[in-house]
């Protein structure tokens, strides 16, 4: 099993549509991290949580310690959101990555 | 301010051969991760590296896999006598003192023929 698990694996979203992507974790973590990769294979970090919740635009992200869960959410999804996004947990000195949920909008 | 620069982008060996994979990391930064993605699967761990110093280099192969970060200079990771296996995108990224987000290279593509 690993150590981080994403869902769902592949997403279709129309233009517009409201979408979120969950990230659960087995480990300890001192930070939770999001990231974009796309198309091209060009990796953005989106955002580093430990508590709570982070807003940048249209993009959301939330983490339940307790729960040990993590969501990423879109509004207004745009094609040009259009990547694959990646859930990764930091133990300190190493990071665990989820295998990414790859996300298509479609116009 | 200068991102993240990773070099070559794309780099093709024999097998047998060696990779020498340069990550300089944003000004400013000390902490330098190395990462690989294989093909078709997620990204993998591989060392943690501060200036002259390897922190956590649990995610690396015992063999010819080799990484340094000098004083000066950008970070190296090497990989010695290729095997087809090795080819993947691997990814470095720099982070701050105060560890807060990392950021990422473009990637270097290693192709093994």
């Known amino acids: 099993k690993n150590e981080v698990e994403q869902s769902p694996q592949n997403l279709t979203a129309q233009e517009g549509e409201f979408i979120t992507i969950n990230c659960s974790y087995s480990v300890g973590i001192s930070a939770l991290h999001w990231l974009q990769q796309h198309p091209g294979g060009g990796i953005v970090s989106l955002f580093m949580l430990s508590s709570g919740k982070k807003k940048h635009g249209r993009l959301i992200a939330t983490i339940n310690i307790q729960e040990k869960h993590s969501s990423l959410h879109i509004t207004a999804s745009h094609p040009r959101d259009s990547a694959v996004y990646i859930c990764?947990?930091?133990?300190?000195?190493?990071?665990?990555f989820g295998t990414g949920t790859s996300l298509t909008v479609i116009p | 301010n200068a991102g993240v620069m990773q070099n070559p982008r794309h780099l093709v060996r024999r097998r047998g051969q060696e990779a020498r994979l340069r990550c300089s990391p944003m000004k400013g930064h000390s902490h330098v991760y190395w990462y690989r993605q294989l093909p078709e699967e997620g990204l993998k761990f591989m060392v943690y590296?501060?200036?002259?110093?390897?922190?956590?280099e649990s995610g690396m192969p015992k063999e010819r896999f080799s990484a340094e970060f000098p004083k000066e200079g950008p970070s190296i990771l090497r990989i010695q006598q290729v095997v087809r296996g090795d080819s993947a995108a691997y990814f470095c990224a720099s982070q701050g003192d105060r560890l807060n987000i990392q950021y990422f290279g473009a990637g270097t593509r290693l192709s093994v023929l």
């Open positions: 590296l501060q200036k002259e110093n390897i922190i956590d």
């Open positions: 990764a947990a930091s133990t300190g000195n190493q990071f665990y």
